[in-house]
């Protein structure tokens, strides 16, 4: 079964600065997916990351994937509180069908 | 085109009564999966339906079953309700195996 891992839980950071999250994942995936959410609201699709090496950039966000290492990251330049959310990863199974794996999420605070 | 919406938004119900969601997908989409989502199993997969046939179901007990129209909408429904199926319940749509666009979510609260 697919395990999607990602660290840290929860993340205190002041604005301005730098940080990433990381998420790690057991078995052989071509698609993995970054998704924000804000408290009581639904999941905000941020990137989709479909190939080994892809690398994408929103604003301040910047995504990555290895898929020989299978692990993504997504990293936070110069954080603003605007930035604030849980951030998941999820990765597609694939096999035809849309099921995707959830990490555990990350909480993001930014501090003023 | 319109996103993905899902009726209703929020509902109570009590133990043991059963619930039905229903979830509209993105106009052209045909794949709608389903997910639960509660603070301390985080987001699961439910099941996803394609073309009214189901493709893929998580590890859920049989209380939860779905179905798909030919229109494409969809509907979940769990019976007998227990307090641990509180949970928000989010469906997304997708064309195929491409992204998939998350509705609103239901938040169903089972007192």
């Known amino acids: 079964e697919l395990k999607v891992e990602q660290n840290p839980l929860f993340l205190s950071m002041q604005e301005g600065k730098n940080y990433t999250i990381y998420c790690n994942y057991s078995t052989t995936s071509d698609r993995l997916y970054w998704y924000r959410q804000d408290p009581g609201k639904s999941l905000e699709s941020l990137f989709v990351l479909l190939s080994n090496g892809a690398v994408k950039q929103e604003g301040r966000l910047m995504a990555s994937l290895d898929t020989k290492a299978r692990l993504s990251t997504l990293h936070i330049t110069a954080a603003v509180h605007d930035l604030s959310a849980t951030y998941f990863c999820a990765v597609d199974i694939g096999l035809a069908t849309n099921k995707l794996i959830f990490g555990t999420g990350t909480l993001l605070a930014v501090q003023p | 085109k319109a996103g993905v919406t899902q009726t209703p938004r929020y509902l109570i119900k009590t133990r043991g009564q059963q619930v039905t969601l229903s979830c509209s997908p993105i106009s052209g989409h045909r794949s709608v999966s389903w997910y639960q989502q509660t603070p301390g199993q985080g987001l699961q997969f439910l099941f996803e339906?394609?073309?009214?046939?189901?493709?893929n179901k998580g590890n859920f007990p049989g209380r939860f079953s779905g179905r798909q129209f030919s229109n494409s909408r969809s509907e979940m429904n769990v019976s007998t309700l227990e307090l641990g199926d509180s949970a928000l319940y989010l469906c997304?749509?997708?064309?195929?195996?491409?992204?998939?666009?998350f509705g609103p979510g239901t938040r169903l609260t089972v007192l």
């Open positions: 339906y394609f073309s009214e046939t189901q493709r």
């Open positions: 997304a749509s997708s064309e195929g195996g491409d992204e998939q666009f």
